[in-house]
């Protein structure tokens, strides 16, 4: 039995997939496998995987499901202690899986390990997202997770592991979520359980990478039921503040997308009184000068620069 096994869905990420792969190959420490799930792919993913002789890689090939099944296809499959999620597109720095262990040995009772993570865009510039914590610097148990993802998420898909048993108990990704599933998922765990976390950078996340698994605008997607969490905790008061910024988030990608419906929906569930003053602003803002914003965004963080509403 692996101390870990990696789970890789993808979806036509031939142009990522060799390095994803070779990231995981090139970790100091080796006792794992990976479990790679082609989720339908139509370029030359498959063909790569099948390239690579290691026999810890196990491919599991299949019609397309969608992210979340795919993700649950490999877990279903892991024999590892740990369940370590990999995006196809994404890459480890190679002491992430020592870092992981490392993480486990200082708190062994914690089910959940996470590391820090950059962003990596396509001119290859590296930002680091903002993040709700004081102490960046050394390894620490995170109590409050909510809490601590109050910003940029503290963790990224890819910079996360999990016990099997956690996963078991609290169930898997939702296969009717095609948004945020990440997200349902994470309130199912950390209701639950807290994480060892290590904020050293171990992960590079890419972003505005093509053929995502789920590539539709966000207002055609199905979203969790936050509601059911907020009633099943009327007293969490740090869920309640967590799930009210994705509401705001959603709202302003339904602004972008030109859907007033769901944006005047999503605007009615928000506590405007828990957002910071920017970004009441923005839910007020008209569409255009959202769009501006964005922009002038995006110009800054393919320079190194990060903009927020926090």
């Given amino acids: 039995m692996p101390e870990f096994s990696v789970v890789i869905p993808i979806y036509n990420k031939a142009e990522?997939?060799?390095?994803?792969?070779?990231?995981?190959?090139?970790?100091?420490?080796?006792?794992?496998?990976?479990?790679?799930?082609?989720?339908?792919?139509?370029?030359?993913?498959?063909?790569?995987?099948?390239?690579?002789?290691?026999?810890?890689?196990k491919i599991i090939d299949q019609e397309n499901h969608g992210l979340s099944k795919a993700r649950n296809i490999g877990i279903a499959a892991a024999s590892g202690n740990h369940i370590a999620l990999l995006d196809a597109d994404d890459r480890w720095k190679n002491d992430h899986l020592e870092t992981l262990k490392q993480?486990?040995?200082?708190?062994?009772?914690?089910?959940v390990l996470g590391t820090g993570y950059v962003e990596q865009y396509a001119n290859g510039n590296l930002v680091a997202p903002q993040i709700n914590l004081q102490n960046t610097a050394t390894p620490q148990l995170i109590t409050d997770f909510?809490?601590?993802?109050l910003k940029?998420?503290?963790?990224?898909?890819?910079?996360?592991?999990?016990?099997?048993?956690?996963i078991e108990e609290c169930g898997g990704f939702d296969p009717k979520i095609n948004y945020a599933e990440d997200v349902d998922f994470y309130i199912r765990i950390f209701l639950k359980h807290q994480m060892a976390y290590d904020p050293k950078v171990t992960c590079h996340h890419t972003m505005q990478a093509e053929n995502q698994i789920t590539r539709s605008k966000k207002s055609e997607r199905s979203i969790p039921d936050f509601q059911k969490y907020l009633d099943e905790n009327p007293n969490n008061s740090s869920l309640r503040?967590?799930?009210?910024?994705k509401r705001y988030f959603l709202a302003i990608f339904y602004k972008v997308e030109s859907r007033p419906d769901l944006f005047r929906a999503m605007r009615k569930k928000i506590d405007e009184g828990l957002l910071t003053?920017?970004?009441?602003?923005?839910?007020?803002?008209?569409?255009?000068?959202?769009?501006?914003?964005?922009?002038?965004?995006d110009l800054l963080l393919k320079k190194g620069k990060r903009f927020t509403s926090f």
Avoid: C, W
């Avoid at 390095?19 to 100091?28: F, G």
């Avoid at 909510?146 to 993802?149: E, G, S």
């Avoid at 940029?152 to 956690?166: E, N, T």
């Fill in 16 to 57: 990522f997939l060799q390095q994803t792969i070779q990231s995981v190959l090139h970790q100091k420490f080796t006792d794992f496998e990976v479990i790679a799930v082609n989720d339908g792919s139509t370029d030359q993913s498959l063909k790569i995987l099948r390239e690579f002789a290691d026999v810890r890689i």
């Fill in 103 to 111: 993480l486990g040995q200082l708190f062994p009772e914690v089910g």
């Fill in 146 to 149: 909510f809490m601590a993802n």
């Fill in 152 to 166: 940029q998420p503290l963790v990224g898909q890819s910079s996360i592991a999990f016990k099997k048993g956690v």
């Fill in 241 to 245: 503040q967590y799930i009210n910024l």
């Fill in 277 to 297: 003053s920017k970004q009441r602003q923005l839910l007020k803002a008209p569409r255009h000068v959202v769009l501006a914003l964005r922009f002038v965004k």
